[in-house]
């Protein structure tokens, strides 16, 4: 029995993360302490998605 990998490129690329950024504000619960910082910085991370359709 053999297996073909086909085009699966393998976890790490469905899982690639395009981004990331470090919070300068809030500290342990910064998304509770900062929600407008995180809702801009989510907004910012879909925005490329939203563009293409």
Same mark, same amino acid.
């Given at each position: 029995m =053999?297996? =073909?990998t086909g085009?699966?490129?393998g976890p790490q690329a469905a899982l690639a993360i395009p981004a990331a950024k470090t919070m300068t504000l809030g500290r342990h619960f910064a998304a509770l302490e900062q929600p407008d910082l995180? *809702?801009?910085e989510v907004r910012g991370f879909f925005r490329p998605? *939203? *563009?293409g359709s």
């Open positions: =053999s297996f =073909s085009g699966w490129r995180l *809702a801009e998605c *939203a *563009a």
